[in-house]
């Protein structure tokens, strides 16, 4: 495989999934690991990603707070987060995780619904500041924060979210498939996002139709789990076929 061919293969799934890890490119690519890291070193050269330890991230995984920054799929993103916003409810407490995919749905935030946030998110924290209105409250799940998600875990972030009961979670999906469910590449991500799944009534899945079918090491949740899935597709399109035939609410 020519060098070019690899690099955008890197820039893919490192605009897909936000942060993909070096382990995962050498296997996905089929070559050394000096290989993949040189062309990571490459990359962050040129300031197509940022490298980091283990892997690399995309340039806009730490910008959140930066409304001029380009979006991968923004105009898929934005449909998704329109049609998650038809799902609140005055009064509603509402679980949500970072994700870019979310971080759209902050943005779109309607007036005078008295809402109540809990987020493990720095980056999510910051923007419902930024948009929430003042009948709003919004809380910061406070704990150990992954570098590499930038969300709070570990235990007193799960002990925090068994004390609460929320109308909705929105969950930033990384990964979905059929069979291994919904999975994160971080153990400590996938523990914390398991806590939001059981302390919620409701599951929303906020995701590009480009991550289903695909999975990672660390479990979250059955994909029957999920309540309603939302993609930017119609939900009548083939390609869901599979998700509406083992029940999932579509939008």
Not at 76 to 81: E, R, V
Request: proline share 2%.
């Amino acid at each position: 495989m020519k060098k070019t061919e690899r690099h955008q293969i890197i820039l893919d799934e490192v605009h897909l999934h936000n942060r993909v890890l070096l382990s995962d490119l050498t296997r996905t690519l089929n070559v050394s690991m000096d290989t993949v890291r040189r062309d990571l070193m490459e990359l962050d050269k040129s300031k197509h990603l940022k490298k980091v330890h283990g892997g690399a991230v995309s340039n806009g995984f730490n910008l959140h707070s930066d409304n001029t920054r380009e979006v991968y799929e923004y105009e898929n993103k934005s449909i998704i987060a329109k049609k998650g916003v038809e799902l609140l409810n005055h009064g509603d407490v509402l679980l949500i995780s970072g994700g870019s995919t979310n971080l759209e749905l902050a943005k779109l935030l309607p007036k005078k619904m008295n809402l109540t946030f809990f987020t493990p998110s720095l980056p999510m924290a910051v923007e419902l500041l930024n948009n929430a209105s003042k009948n709003d409250e919004v809380h910061l799940i406070g704990g150990k924060l992954s570098r590499g998600s930038q969300l709070a875990a570990g235990g007193s972030a799960i002990n925090l979210l068994s004390e609460i009961t929320a109308d909705i979670c929105f969950l930033g999906t990384g990964y979905m498939d059929i069979a291994k469910g919904v999975t994160e590449l971080d153990w400590e991500v996938a523990q914390m996002k398991k806590a939001m799944v059981k302390s919620s009534k409701k599951l929303v899945s906020l995701t590009i139709s480009k991550k289903l079918n695909t999975y990672n090491r660390f479990k979250v949740c059955d994909t029957m789990a999920v309540d309603t899935l939302i993609t930017e597709l119609d939900p009548n399109a083939p390609e869901l076929q599979k998700y509406r035939s083992i029940g999932l609410a579509l939008l």
